[in-house]
């Protein structure tokens, strides 16, 4: 029948030989990715059946949720703790000096405490030969309701800029050794070509 058609039967036997072929390959291919997957299985099966995997997941999920719980009480405390934190003192200047002309050591001092908003207190201690005296006042946001002294003034403004003048020093230090090392590298490379031009 074939014949009376005008079709070689090589060919027709070619071409079915290239699908089985094909098809072997497509049947190892998938042979291969499900033994992988049973692997897989075996590997995330081990020693579970239905129930006790059930109970796994229950277990897990119980745990995500109180994570997510841990997460939150803890949000909450960092947010309590920096609430905290803006109304504790955080920044200070100290200066010594002497409050009487007939004393020295420098034995008084005014200490300042601010929080982050300026806010805080100056105690000034007033040492004599006999007594000491401590003297408190108020600082809100910067600024005393009363007269301060010269050393109180000095005081605050130290803490006021707490911070600011080392970063300011370390920047200006740091300013000062790149200019160092430009300095010596424009005479190290002055000394080479002087030699240079020597030879």
């Given at each position: 029948m074939i014949d009376s058609i005008g079709i070689d039967t090589g060919i027709i036997a070619f071409i079915l030989l290239v699908f089985v072929v094909i098809l072997l390959i497509c049947v190892v291919s998938?042979?291969?990715?499900?033994?992988?997957?049973?692997?897989?299985y075996k590997m995330f099966m081990k020693g579970k059946d239905a129930q006790s995997l059930e109970k796994t997941f229950v277990r897990k999920f119980a745990q995500v949720d109180k994570l997510s719980e841990i997460s939150s009480v803890q949000s909450e405390n960092i947010i309590s703790i920096r609430k905290e934190m803006d109304r504790m003192f955080t920044k200070y200047g100290v200066i010594k000096y002497d409050a009487f002309d007939d004393m020295g050591g420098k034995l008084s001092f005014v200490l300042a405490l601010l929080d982050s908003s300026n806010s805080g207190l100056i105690l000034n201690?007033?040492?004599?030969?006999?007594?000491?005296?401590?003297y408190l006042k108020e600082i809100v946001k910067g600024e005393s309701y009363v007269m301060l002294s010269q050393e109180e003034v000095e005081a605050l403004r130290k803490a006021v800029q707490f911070g600011v003048e080392e970063l300011e020093n370390s920047e200006e230090s740091v300013q000062r050794r790149a200019q160092k090392k430009r300095k010596t590298s424009k005479s190290e490379k002055t000394v080479k070509n002087k030699k240079d031009g020597n030879d």
């Open positions: 998938c042979h291969m990715r499900l033994g992988r997957l049973e692997k897989r201690a007033i040492h004599s030969r006999d007594n000491c005296f401590l």
